[in-house]
């Protein structure tokens, strides 16, 4: 997919499109739908993915260096060695989702997202989590 102008795509369909290593830096992708999307070791550091659908797509390795994910839908998500290093996910829904093996996410990271029993945290947060019921 040679540089479409994903910026212009608002609310794009994109479900289950090959976009393996794509640089998607600084895109505006609010809306756009990736579900089921295969965006292994894709760069998507500093894009605007409010209200992305995200659900089951393949992330593992993948970059969100400092993206906008809030809202965005990232259940059954795989994110393996995916980096969450100062993504703001107010509001991202991490339900049925394995974080056990992702990076760079923080316990603020975790509180304004949405999780419940069925998230898989890191190791590392797992005894920061409070034992109250889903955010």
């Known amino acids: 997919m040679a540089e479409e102008k994903l910026s212009q ?10 976009l393996n290593r794509a640089d998607l830096t600084r895109q ?14 894709a760069n998507l550091s500093d894009a605007n993915m409010v ?8 992330l593992i390795e993948a970059k969100f260096y ?3 994910l809030t809202d965005a839908k990232l259940s059954r998500a795989k994110l393996d060695g995916a980096d969450f290093s100062k993504a703001d996910t107010t509001g991202a ?6 974080l056990s093996a992702v990076r760079n996410l923080t316990m603020q ?11 898989r945290l890191p190791q ?3 005894a920061k989590m409070p034992k109250t019921g889903a955010n």
């Open 9 to 18: 795509r608002r609310e794009a369909e994109l479900s289950k499109k090959n």
């Open 28 to 41: 505006n992708l609010v809306g756009v739908n990736l579900a089921r999307a295969n965006l292994r070791g």
């Open 51 to 58: 209200c992305a659908n995200l659900r089951e797509a393949v």
């Open 66 to 68: 400092n993206t906008n």
């Open 93 to 98: 829904d991490f339900r049925n989702t394995n």
């Open 109 to 119: 990271q975790i509180r304004v997202a949405r999780v419940d029993e069925t998230t």
């Open 124 to 126: 590392s947060l797992k």
